[in-house]
């Protein structure tokens, strides 16, 4: 296996602050290439002006199909019952697959956050509650110490939601730890880190197999199909697959849109989009936005989150860690069950001076998404330096510094068993579905009965409240289950097409909007009077072999081609904002319409978008363009000199509390 040694180690130490700086020095280059490349470099500059307006089209038209598979994606979603599909999934297998049961799959839910008002928190964790199968949820608060009351904050949720779920707990990321930098991505290197310290002080190396780490923002609002299809589609796969497992949704801005500027919510729609472009099924390379799942066992193996400066970005980060970790095989699942977020706004508002701060506030938040575009350095350095390799760094994290002095994370008493699932005492058997036992996978026989019978009351088991296997039939058929069938590491070979995909989703990411840019302004500059006064035409110019033998006409015909194709790009962008907006009355309201309650309970702030009338929104589309060109060029140029960013963190609106009236009374003052 190739290896980093490849290049010699002043090199390799050197290349991440040399690869940086990389997306700025092309835009910068692309100014003088594009002044001087028609005439010195007549076909070079032709051949990257069409490739330039490829790449556009390319984007446009994967989105507008990812548009469109969303939509209709989320509806089928929220339909399908998932403890059915696993019932006939598991009646698929070899009777010696090591697949989990359906509740065996427990769900570490991290949610970081830093100064935010405790009610947004409170929302954020009871409409977890009120997914079926919060009971096999674990939600762990990921506080920052340098908040002040950061850890009362966190204890007044956990007493106030701890019936509520399997366990609650949270962790405190001290500051000031050697390499680190504030923001999400180390404060959740610490509280993953925390939780698998924990498992393994335990010995409990069977649950660190079962364990999938979802991560949400604070505002983040994720219906109960998503886990209940992440509990069908893992339980499902082999031990050997399961480790290099991740899950994507889309997101969708439907709670507060309605409440802020029309550049705001534009930008936020083509932030939306961007990620509807990826993450499709087939997609090469499925970068997350905000909110994601992995397995444990595979966030170990890779050593988890990054905590430097380069992380800042920790989704798409994260996914390229891994995705290099595992050699292109990991195991991607797109997941349609939309992730609800909130529209950034400012903390003052109202009138002109609040508008202002609206437009402001998004800003900031869009200069810290574009600090990701240091992730395009992250990525060539791994890939220049054949970094093929996962490092779980043990020993780095072995010192007491990275580790809390008592455990936080994992904090429920003592708990009844149920088949397969711990449920607090309290709460009783009634309240959970029927468990899965072996038999009902039995391939039935045309004069079996009694197979069917069994088989018709899992796929049932959603909607009534049964408890019908016993802790000692389960347990016995899981026994001889895992006896058959003991994980083994697989020697996977590397694949090329994933990173193929990841560095065309990098490249368009960080640098083709920005070449665009910069390519038509100079466009402009250059033209003649007489080319800027003709009568815009849709003809489309023929390339002929004369032109091809001179440059100048080789030039010519190429400006006049891809003028059309920005003219087209245009036409794409209607279509696409039009499947976008299906796509967001799919989320925000008809798949709550759903009967079966397999979703929970809706956030009361809700934002839809009726058609046609939403389309004047996308008069606004030029703004949404300056807030995607403009941050990324102002955070491209200050990593010339630094990769450090001070993080601020967004502004949302208050949360409310919706809980019914006796959950209220129960409420700690």
Not at 47 to 69: E, K, P, Q, S
Not at 227 to 253: D, G, N, Q, T
Not at 532 to 556: D, N, Q, R
Not at 637 to 642: E, P, R, S
């Amino acid at each position: 296996m190739l290896s980093a040694t490849m290049l010699p180690h002043h090199v390799r130490r050197n290349l991440g602050p040399i690869l940086q700086r990389v997306p700025m020095l092309t835009h910068l280059s692309m100014i003088p290439f594009a002044l001087f490349g028609p005439t010195y470099l007549p076909y070079l500059f032709g051949a990257i002006l069409l490739y330039v307006h490829c790449m556009l089209w390319t984007v446009n038209l994967r989105t507008i199909w990812g548009a469109f598979l969303a939509w209709r994606g989320v509806k089928q979603h929220s339909e399908t019952d998932w403890r059915a599909e696993y019932a006939a999934g598991r009646r698929s297998l070899p009777a010696s697959s090591d697949a989990l049961m359906f509740d065996e799959v427990e769900h570490l839910i991290f949610c970081p956050n830093y100064a935010e008002d405790i009610t947004v928190l409170r929302e954020t964790l009871y409409l977890l509650s009120t997914h079926p199968l919060a009971l096999s949820y674990h939600p762990v608060l990921a506080m920052e110490a340098r908040e002040a009351g950061a850890a009362q904050k966190a204890q007044q949720l956990m007493a106030e939601f701890r019936s509520s779920f399997r366990d609650i707990g949270y962790t405190l990321h001290p500051g000031g730890l050697d390499g680190e930098a504030a923001g999400k991505s180390s404060n959740l290197a610490w509280a993953v880190r925390q939780a698998f310290n924990e498992l393994k002080d335990e010995g409990d190396e069977e649950r660190i197999a079962k364990i999938v780490v979802t991560v949400i923002d604070s505002d983040t609002a994720l219906a109960g199909d998503y886990f209940s299809a992440i509990s069908c589609k893992y339980a499902l796969r082999p031990a050997s697959e399961r480790s290099r497992m991740s899950f994507v949704p889309p997101i969708c801005f439907d709670r507060n849109a309605h409440d802020v500027p029309v550049a705001v919510r534009v930008t936020d729609i083509m932030w939306a989009l961007a990620g509807l472009s990826s993450i499709y099924p087939g997609s090469g390379a499925k970068i997350p936005t905000s909110a994601y799942s992995l397995s444990m066992t595979l966030a170990s193996r890779v050593g988890f989150h990054d905590a430097g400066p380069q992380a800042i970005g920790e989704d798409m980060h994260m996914y390229i860690k891994c995705l290099f970790s595992t050699g292109g095989n990991l195991i991607s699942e797109t997941i349609y069950s939309p992730a609800s977020q909130l529209d950034v706004v400012a903390g003052e508002r109202g009138g002109l001076k609040g508008f202002w701060n609206d437009h402001v506030a998004r800003y900031k938040q869009a200069i810290r998404h574009m600090w990701g575009s240091l992730d395009t350095g992250y990525g060539l350095t791994r890939l220049i330096n054949r970094d093929f390799t996962a490092d779980p760094q043990t020993e780095t994290f072995a010192s007491p510094v990275y580790r809390q002095a008592f455990p936080t994370v994992f904090t429920a008493e003592s708990e009844a068993v149920i088949g397969l699932k711990t449920i607090p005492e309290e709460l009783g058997a009634s309240k959970h579905r029927r468990n899965f036992a072996d038999e009902d996978f039995a391939t039935p026989s045309p004069s079996d009965s009694s197979v069917s019978s069994s088989a018709a009351s899992v796929i049932s088991a959603d909607d009534e409240g049964t408890s019908e296997s016993s802790l000692s039939e389960v347990e016995e058929s899981y026994n001889e289950k895992v006896g058959l069938v003991r994980p083994v590491e697989e020697q996977l070979s590397r694949k090329v097409v994933p990173f193929i995909s990841l560095c065309m989703r990098l490249y368009e990411a960080h640098l083709l909007m920005g070449h665009m840019l910069l390519l038509v302004t100079m466009r402009v500059f250059t033209a003649s009077t007489t080319e800027a006064l003709a009568p815009p035409t849709f003809e489309i110019p023929i390339l002929t072999l004369e032109k091809l033998t001179s440059g100048a006409e080789f030039v010519s015909w190429a400006y006049a081609f891809t003028d059309r194709m920005r003219a087209a790009s245009l036409i794409f962008s209607i279509i696409m904002f039009m499947f976008y907006d299906r796509y967001h009355q799919q989320a925000a309201k008809y798949r709550w319409q759903v009967p079966g309650g397999r979703l929970g309970v809706q956030s009361s702030d809700r934002s839809y978008r009726s058609f046609p009338f939403a389309m004047f929104d996308y008069f606004a589309m030029p703004a949404g363009i300056v807030y995607g060109i403009i941050p990324i060029l102002h955070a491209q140029f200050m990593h010339l000199f630094t990769d450090r960013l001070v993080y601020t963190v967004s502004f949302k609106p208050k949360g409310k509390d919706n809980r019914p009236r006796d959950v209220e009374k129960a409420i700690p003052v």
